[in-house]
């Protein structure tokens, strides 16, 4: 039976229809295979080595990986220098907000695309940083670091001793071979250094005239008994000091110079000001050789830039010429405004005696230094009762002195007449009479007060609360 135009008509749209359903059904089956299986429609991706099965798992895929690496160790290595230590102990970050976007991002590639690459694998690395002050980058970096030395003149033995050259952690360098090590999942990178000169170079010795000299001043110091400590402390400081050099413009610090007051270093235990009374104490001495340096490089006409008075006057100079100096806290620094170089001669020319001089070049300004004092403390007794003495012993441990502020007048007069003045304080506190005494000791066989004694302060176990007022002997 032979089919009419209609007919046909109507058999071909009906075939139409049930094809063009069909395929909407299959496109809507595929579409969701796509969308719930799209790893297996596109190339495989790993982040930091690790299969992204499904990007809606991506930050946790991404954290699990960070919290992984941050916990690996990493050695950095120069010549002999070796530094171990977490990830995390270096200072590395990694930033998970950025790689699972990167990891999202090669996941939701176009269709078309991920289908050419099927085969293909697409590795999605951590995106790491390095912070400069993580502790072990710290670490690295102090046990790189050495100092440089300047050269200076041994003038007891008439040598030079020249320059050595330092160095220091290139941080950014060595950022730059962790960033590459932890690219290519290395446990060990190489840092590096760079060189840190000295600022004075055994050529700039040449340009001293030591037949030349700008300013000298001398102090005097005890020696022997008690004093043997101090004095040695006095002459190992002028050692360290003796050569120092000055170029035109440059500053000089005596805490850089002299270096930590330690055993070691040949210092000695001797009594140091500690509050207002002396306490034993390594180095103790040491303040009289700054003291010293100060004198001079103020008759010099040297740039005083930093100073610091001592908490009661010294003995071995006049008030205001004194410079107190604790290493690492308070320091002594002074400056050459000359236009020629100068070299620190420090010295011990007889037991006794402590002589610093200035080399180079001769004064073309007068200086004269003057002082006014002006009392703010008048002195008071102490007695502390110290168990460990024996029954009834008593110690003088030092003596008593009225507190002072104290104005320097420093007047530097220059060959055309003309003058230029400057003052500076200096704050003394006042000094207690002080007496160590053992239990059971009778206060009465004490020297008695002197006329500026205020009051008795008692300190200890078997002291008074509250001080006790005299009144003055005589």
């Known amino acids: 039976m032979s089919l009419g135009p209609a007919a046909l008509r ?5 075939f139409a229809l049930t094809f063009l359903l069909l395929g909407l059904v299959v496109g809507g089956v595929c579409l969701v295979v796509v969308r719930s299986e799209n790893s297996r429609l596109g190339p495989k991706i790993e982040v930091d080595g690790a299969p992204l099965t499904d990007d809606t798992h991506a930050l946790e ?6 919290d992984a690496r941050l916990r690996e160790r990493l050695t950095v290595s120069v010549d002999e220098v070796s530094v171990e230590g977490t990830l995390a102990e270096w200072g590395i970050g990694i930033d998970v907000a950025a790689t699972t976007r990167e990891a999202r991002a090669a996941a939701g590639r176009p269709l078309g695309e991920r289908l050419r690459t ?9 995106r790491f940083s390095v912070a400069p002050n993580g502790a072990k980058l710290l670490e690295l970096e102090a046990a790189v670091r050495r100092e440089p030395a300047d050269a200076r003149l041994d003038l007891e033995n008439r040598a030079l001793v020249p320059d050595v050259e330092g160095r220091e952690l290139d941080v950014s360098a060595t950022i730059e071979h962790v960033l590459v090590a932890l690219s290519t999942r290395q446990a060990k ?12 170079a055994k050529d700039d010795l ?3 005239d030591l037949s030349k000299t700008l300013s000298t001043f001398t102090t005097t110091f005890p020696i022997g008994g008690s004093n043997t400590g101090r004095a040695n402390n006095v002459a190992v400081a002028a050692r360290k000091l003796d050569g120092a050099l000055l170029l035109p413009g440059t500053t000089v610090s005596f805490d850089a110079t002299v270096g930590p007051r330690t055993i070691e ?7 140091e000001i500690v509050g207002d009374e002396l306490e034993d104490g390594v180095g103790g001495g040491t303040c009289q050789v700054a003291s010293t340096l100060h004198a001079a490089s103020l008759f010099g006409a040297l740039d005083v830039v930093e100073r610091h008075a001592h908490a009661r006057a010294s003995a071995y100079t006049k008030p205001g010429l004194d410079a107190t100096v604790v290493y690492g806290v308070v320091d002594l620094k002074v400056r050459n405004p000359h236009p020629f170089a100068l070299v620190v001669h420090a010295h011990v020319p007889k037991p006794g005696t402590l002589e610093i001089v200035l080399l180079g070049g001769e004064p073309s300004v007068k200086v004269v230094y003057t002082y006014s004092s002006r009392p703010t403390g008048a002195p008071f007794r102490r007695i502390t009762h110290k168990p460990y003495l024996p029954k009834g012993a008593v110690i003088s441990r030092q003596k008593g002195k009225a507190g002072a502020t104290v104005i320097s007048y420093v007047k530097n007069v220059h060959p055309d007449g003309h003058a230029v003045e400057r003052s500076y304080a200096s704050e003394y506190r006042t000094v207690p009479e002080v007496f160590w005494v053992g239990s059971d000791a009778d206060e009465n ?5 002197a006329d500026d004694i205020t009051h008795v302060e ?3 176990p078997s002291a008074p609360a509250a001080p006790v007022a005299v009144a003055p002997a005589g």
């Open 265 to 271: 270093r040949g210092f000695a235990h001797a009594p």
């Open 10 to 14: 109507r058999f071909f749209s009906y």
């Open 445 to 449: 066989a004490l020297p008695p007060p």
């Open 118 to 126: 099927v085969r293909d694998t697409v590795r999605v690395p951590l």
């Open 458 to 460: 008692r300190r200890g």
């Open 61 to 66: 895929t991404v954290q699990t990986r960070a």
């Open 189 to 200: 990178a190489a840092a590096e250094v760079r060189r840190a000169r000295a600022a004075v």
């Open 206 to 208: 040449g340009k001293v």
